[in-house]
């Protein structure tokens, strides 16, 4: 194996190793740039090393997978739906803290891809020898710890204490991964190593001891921020758990190799059982709902396909027995929480009883809000049908569609990133064009799953039904809920272990001419030092971004903005910079006028607005920043003023604060009919609004004396 297979290897491992595990204090989204960081500048190296390949060995070597054309095609969608998009920026860019744009979803695809054509059984050079396999250890935890220190007080690992004690648990990490990272049995070994580390700080966290402090450690939400998605990566991670219990009993009979002594082997099947039932108090103690249906739907297409192997019948007896038990247990039960199939039913009787979906005053049910969502999303399909609205754009387009009753539920400010349904999500954002690549994908992967199962070995059998099992409980878990990059990450990963088994005995052959080589070679090296420069500044600018927060809470204002527009100049193309900078402009500018500072806020404003023109905060921020450059500047900025409150209007209908401001400027310009009419547009869908209650008593006496 030459060295770029290797080191590509061994960053693709890395990749799906690193982006669930590491999060960093020194950032403001802990979740989300921490991790997104690492998928980007690995699959951009990834993917650099292969063009390398191609150029020095002037052929392209592919395999080619039922699924190519489909994952091809939903990536075009992608990519047409982003230029038609409602915001260019946001949808090749990703939303804050969702981070599912166009880029995103090309780095997923680097990682199949990767999968389907790297991933065999040659081995790697980094563990040809003992002495090559610890150096490599030691060399990746430095690297990560100086590049991705866990504590924001170590600066050199070797130089601290507990830096040392960091660096040599990094060491003996990796000298245990390395070895895993040559198969396709490997990688999902590394998913499974992976979710013990996660569930044992999940553990260490729900009995407070947590090393890394951070400042909700108490929730129990492991390195994901969020317990639900802790629950879901446990969730697929389960099924391969059962394939290695299975192969207990399976695997020597089919090899015709000497078999396991029986100590050994039920040594090995106690300590895999140990290890599900670690899954069942950890991953699945957290009761989500979404997962519980989730992973009962992935074991049924499980069980059912275990069924048909003959060798497996025992077990499947077994399986069965057992899966009855814990469905009746967590949908009927529950323990100490609501059993799932009563909650479902309970928040389906409220949502049958109230006309909005919603319970009395403000006992809202999350059925019920969901039922809103989904509302929401199909007038965004009616109106954006081909294409959609773009690719992570529910954040900004959502407030537009959302209903009164959602409002009230959770304020004028609130947003929703996604649909809380993959179908309705990938409908809204990419139109049907992106809904029907989307099915082609798998619909042609469960095809080839069942066609490709009568062809297999016993053990690659009960391998691919455990990628099925997963496949299929990821599905119905999105049906209610969404994943984020740790865990789609990992789903990608797997679609291309699924690819595997449907590869093409012989290789797509292309050859490249020598007069192309320099020509690639060139752009394609510019073009990675620029996405690498990319990724650096993204990291750079979110810490930044913390900093300046905390600056704008302790109320040192001129400091926060001189803070923010560093984070601005090292990533402009993040919505949140833009609102944490104008906040803090007007926040000054009501105190006292500045002339320069009502300036910059007006110029920032208007880049936002251009960058993102269906955010409505953006436009409502610019409006605030006309007026109060007026006033600082003593000219008349009041009908800009309006315009810009009257866009945020058009991009949220009920955005409270946008209508009275139009409303008191009127007034201001003796427009009292005129500003009357906003007042009651306001109390017509907020009757206590104090504000809009006042002027219009304050209009009313004055034209009646």
């Not at 992608?78 to 995103?104: D, R």
């Not at 006309?355 to 969901?370: D, K, L, N, V």
């Not at 993959?422 to 992967?445: A, E, K, N, R, W």
């Not at 810490?543 to 090292?570: C, P, Q, T």
Request: with cysteine; proline share 3%.
């Amino acid at each position: 194996m030459t060295f770029i297979d290797s080191l590509m290897k061994l960053l693709l491992s890395l990749t799906l190793l690193l982006v669930p595990l590491y999060f960093d204090l020194r950032v403001s989204d802990l979740f989300g740039t921490s991790k997104i960081v690492i998928l980007y500048l690995f699959s951009l190296l990834i993917l650099y090393l292969w063009v390398l390949k191609v150029i020095f060995y002037e052929k392209l070597e592919f395999k080619k997978t039922p699924l190519f054309l489909p994952i091809i095609l939903f990536l075009g969608a992608n990519i047409i739906s982003s230029f038609t998009s409602t915001s260019h920026t946001q949808s090749i860019f990703g939303e804050y803290k969702s981070q599912e744009g166009l880029i995103t979803l090309i780095s997923y695809t680097i990682l199949f891809f990767a999968i389907a054509n790297f991933i065999d059984k040659e081995k790697s050079i980094w563990t040809k020898t003992f002495y090559i396999r610890i150096l490599t250890s030691f060399v990746l935890a430095n690297l990560l710890i100086l590049f991705f220190p866990p504590r924001q007080e170590i600066e050199i690992a070797w130089g601290w204490t507990g830096g040392f004690f960091v660096l040599c648990l990094y060491t003996i990490l990796f000298y245990f991964f390395l070895p895993l990272i040559d198969t396709s049995i490997g990688l999902i070994k590394i998913f499974i190593l992976t979710s013990i580390l996660c569930g044992t700080y999940y553990f260490a966290q729900m009995r407070g001891y947590d090393f890394i402090q951070w400042e909700v450690a108490q929730i129990g939400s492991s390195t994901f921020g969020n317990y639900g998605w802790f629950a879901h990566y446990g969730m697929i991670i389960f099924f391969f758990v059962l394939y290695f219990l299975i192969l207990t009993f399976i695997e020597k009979k089919e090899k015709k190799k000497k078999k396991l002594p029986l100590f050994t082997k039920y040594f090995l099947a106690a300590s895999l059982v140990l290890l599900i039932a670690f899954f069942f108090i950890t991953f699945f103690n957290v009761r989500q709902r979404s997962t519980i249906m989730g992973v009962s739907g992935g074991s049924f297409l499980f069980l059912f396909l275990l069924s048909k192997i003959k060798e497996c019948r025992k077990i499947f007896y077994l399986g069965a027995f057992l899966f009855l038990i814990a469905f009746l247990y967590f949908g009927f039960i529950g323990g100490q929480k609501d059993a799932v199939l009563k909650s479902i039913a309970r928040d389906l009787f409220v949502v049958s009883k109230t006309e909005e979906g919603f319970g009395g005053g403000s006992g809202f049910t999350t059925a019920g809000i969901r039922l809103h969502i989904w509302k929401a999303c199909l007038k965004i399909i009616k109106d954006y049908p081909i294409l959609g609205i773009g690719p992570d754009t529910m954040m900004s387009v959502y407030p537009k569609y959302r209903t009164l009753k959602h409002v009230e539920a959770e304020g004028q400010y609130s947003r929703n990133q996604n649909a809380h349904n993959d179908i309705l999500q990938i409908t809204s954002t990419t139109g049907f064009v992106g809904l029907i690549t989307y099915l082609f994908i798998h619909i042609t992967f469960f095809i080839f799953l069942i066609k490709t199962l009568g062809k297999l070995s016993n053990e690659k059998k009960v391998f691919l039904m455990a990628i099925g099992g997963a496949w299929l409980s990821n599905h119905i878990n999105n049906l209610f809920s969404w994943a984020i990059p740790s865990i789609n990450s990992m789903f990608w990963a797997i679609l291309g272990l699924g690819a595997l088994a449907f590869e093409e005995k012989k290789p797509s052959l292309i050859k490249i001419k020598s007069f192309f080589k320099w020509p690639i070679f060139i752009i394609s090296s510019i073009s990675v030092i620029i996405g690498t420069l990319f990724v650096i500044n993204m990291y750079q600018a979110d810490m930044k971004f913390k900093k300046a927060r905390a600056l704008e809470r302790e109320l040192r204002l001129v400091d926060a903005i001189s803070v923010y527009k560093m984070a601005i100049r090292f990533n402009p193309w993040y919505k949140e910079y833009y609102d944490g900078l104008l906040n803090t402009y007007l926040t000054m500018a009501r105190q006292t006028p500045d002339p320069k500072d009502t300036k910059e806020a007006v110029f920032f404003a208007e880049k936002a607005t251009r960058l993102f023109p269906n955010d409505s905060i953006a436009w409502n921020f610019l409006g605030g920043a006309y007026y109060l450059d007026g006033v600082a500047n003593k000219n008349d900025r009041k009908n800009e003023a309006i315009y810009a409150y009257k866009n945020a209007i058009k991009w949220e209908p009920y955005l409270r604060d946008a209508h009275t401001n139009i409303g008191q400027i009127l007034i201001s310009q003796g427009r009292k009919e005129e500003a009357l009419f906003w007042f009651k547009k306001v109390l017509s869908f907020d009757p206590h609004c104090s504000r809009s209650l006042h002027y219009v008593k304050l209009i009313s006496e004055t034209d009646n004396p």
